[in-house]
């Protein structure tokens, strides 16, 4: 019974990722897809550079939410005593973000995906790294660093707020996934060639 939950968890958490919303919102917007633009990402920062700062926001809060509700659903509706179900589906739902199933796998790079997870798991972590990657983003331009490096220590703040190992592993695995998804901005970012925010 317990592998069959947790095979339901992992469908319907990477269905749920593999939502494109930046994708469907360009599309009805303009009838234009998003990965023959820019970077060819479907997150927000893509979304951004066709439809402006206001569909930039409205992308990653609903990618957000995208992300924590596969981790909610797994946490409260499984009695999920030791987080087992909710941290598969948090990676998973990532996965599906940026490995989408309906868009040939090519997705996002799973930030605001990844932060609607770890919000689900615990609030406080979630909250204190979207405001990092708010000042990062802020001060330095770069939307890529602020990802990086908000990503980078979540596992580091999950532990010291006392979270279960679970989590805390969850966080390293994603942190280490999203910070791979970025390896091409990495390098622009050395070459001092990353794009800023405008």
């Not at 820019?38 to 206001?54: E, F, M, Q, W």
């Not at 926001?57 to 999920?80: E, Q």
């Not at 990657?133 to 220590?153: D, E, M, N, Q, R």
């Not at 190992?165 to 280490?176: E, H, M």
Request: charged share 15%; net charge positive.
């Amino acid at each position: 019974m317990e592998y069959l939950i947790a095979l339901i968890v992992v469908i319907v958490a990477y269905l749920i990722g593999s939502i494109p919303t930046g994708y469907l919102i360009v599309k009805a917007k303009t009838n234009q897809d998003i990965r023959t633009i820019g970077s060819g990402s479907t997150g927000a920062t893509n979304v951004k550079r066709v439809l402006g700062k206001k569909w930039f926001f409205i992308v990653m809060i609903l990618d957000a939410i995208k992300g924590a509700t596969p981790a909610l659903l797994a946490k409260y509706l499984t009695l999920d005593t030791y987080g087992i179900y909710a941290v598969l589906a948090s990676i998973f739902v990532i996965i599906g973000h940026s490995k989408p199933i309906f868009l040939q796998f090519k997705g996002g790079k799973s930030v605001a995906s990844g932060v609607g997870t770890i919000l689900a798991l615990n609030w406080m972590v979630g909250l204190i790294i979207a405001a990092i990657w708010g000042v990062i983003t802020y001060i330095s331009k770069y939307v890529s660093l602020g990802s990086i490096i908000a990503l980078g220590i979540s596992p580091i703040l999950m532990y010291f707020l006392k979270n279960p190992i679970g989590y805390v592993v969850y966080c390293a695995i994603a942190g280490i996934y999203i910070i791979y998804l970025h390896r091409e901005n990495i390098a622009r970012l050395i070459k001092g060639e990353e794009n800023k925010v405008r």
